[in-house]
């Protein structure tokens, strides 16, 4: 079995607040992926990172940025200078081979107050 | 450039009523998946496809039926709609298993069953 846990349910932060969401996973495979999903309010998935599990250098992208680190399972994602634009519900993927599917969190919505 | 279509965007049912959500893509995926998204659980998988002609239940596939009888279209059925099945339905389709690269997602359904 594999499982992601979101333990945010929501978070509000103060526009330009640096803010991390958090992501922890259970997986038996010793070959995954992990990702990052964005959902707009206008409600469309969009897809945002994918890291495998031998990659686990972090990765920045713009105000983005990933934290992976396989001692804790985690898989964080901060954004840097939030913006209202960011608000969004956030959610953290899985993907096994043994599994073949994506088990995704129960998601992290984010609020960015101006 | 379409990616993955879903048809149609809302729809209000009465209970008892059938209808088909039908999900096309045109990148050639091989694997398709039925999604529900509700409140506070995330997304959690209704039944898969990995090939044309194939499908598997998910995590919650009771109440639904699928076909895929062409590879580009992955349909949903639900032949006695329950209030319980009100939800936002997404469709996504991926490569093949072993490469993890994600999904492409359909923009949801919104079904409402009164």
């Known amino acids: 079995a594999q499982k992601v846990t979101q333990a945010q349910t929501e978070i509000s932060v103060v526009e330009k607040e640096d803010v991390t969401l958090d992501c922890v996973y259970e997986?038996?495979?010793?070959?995954?992926?992990l990702f990052w999903y964005k959902q707009p309010p206008s409600g469309e998935l969009v897809f945002l990172i994918r890291?495998?599990?031998?990659?686990?250098q972090n990765e920045i992208s713009g105000r983005y940025s990933w934290n992976f680190q396989k001692s804790t399972s985690s898989f964080n994602f901060t954004i840097t200078a939030s913006q209202v634009v960011d608000s969004a519900v956030y959610f953290c993927?899985?993907?096994?081979?043994?599994?073949?599917?994506?088990?995704f969190g129960i998601g992290t919505k984010l609020q960015v107050i101006p | 450039n379409a990616g993955v279509t879903q048809t149609p965007k809302f729809r209000v049912l009465k209970t008892g009523q059938s209808m088909t959500l039908l999900c096309a893509q045109d990148?050639?995926?091989?694997?398709m998946y039925w999604y529900r998204q509700d409140p506070g659980m995330g997304l959690r998988l209704i039944h898969y496809?990995?090939?044309?002609?194939?499908?598997a239940k998910g995590e919650v596939p009771d109440g639904y039926n699928v076909s895929r009888l062409k590879k580009q279209n992955f349909l949903l059925g639900l032949e006695s709609a329950a209030p319980s099945q009100t939800s936002v339905y997404f469709c996504?389709?991926?490569?093949?298993?072993?490469?993890?690269?994600?999904?492409?997602f359909g923009s949801g359904t919104r079904l409402t069953v009164v």
């Open positions: 996504a389709s991926s490569y093949p298993g072993g490469d993890g690269y994600g999904y492409t």
């Open positions: 997986t038996r495979d010793t070959t995954y992926y």
């Open positions: 890291r495998n599990s031998f990659d686990e």
């Open positions: 993927a899985l993907y096994s081979g043994g599994y073949q599917k994506v088990t």
């Open positions: 990148m050639n995926h091989e694997y």
């Open positions: 496809s990995v090939g044309e002609g194939t499908t």
